[in-house]
């Protein structure tokens, strides 16, 4: 079965830095592109970064740039998102997402909360 498990999430101060990790099970991993997803209450849900399957390409919206890293091992079938100068508008539930045209697949995890507060 399919699986795109995500952790790291929890309560950081404003400022701080969080690393998220999706680890991903049952589908050939290194064909998909990756990305983290987020969903805050009264807000629309926001792709925060994307990455191509071997990790040569990323992609970041406007609001996280520059405080944000997407990243992945392929090995592991793990996928990241180092998270630093945390704000209160990053507070969410974060997602991860695969995709592949390839497979004619796409998943997502559950989701995982980041809380920013001070």
């Known amino acids: 079965q399919v699986h795109l498990v995500e952790s790291g999430g929890g309560l950081v101060q404003p400022g701080g830095s969080l690393t998220l990790s999706c680890v991903a099970s049952?589908?050939?991993?290194?064909?998909?592109?990756l990305g983290w997803e987020r969903q805050a209450p009264g807000k629309e849900r926001e792709l925060v970064a994307g990455?191509?399957?071997?990790?040569?390409?990323?992609a970041y919206s406007p609001s996280v740039k520059v405080r944000v890293t997407i990243s992945r091992d392929n090995a592991k079938s793990t996928m990241y998102l180092q998270m630093n100068s945390l704000q209160l508008e990053d507070t969410a539930v974060y997602l991860c997402?695969?995709?592949?045209?390839?497979?004619?697949?796409?998943?997502w995890g559950q989701g995982i909360q980041v809380y920013v507060s001070s």
């Open positions: 990455i191509t399957t071997t990790g040569d390409s990323t």
């Open positions: 049952g589908f050939n991993f290194s064909r998909y592109a």
């Open positions: 997402n695969a995709v592949s045209q390839s497979e004619n697949g796409q998943y």
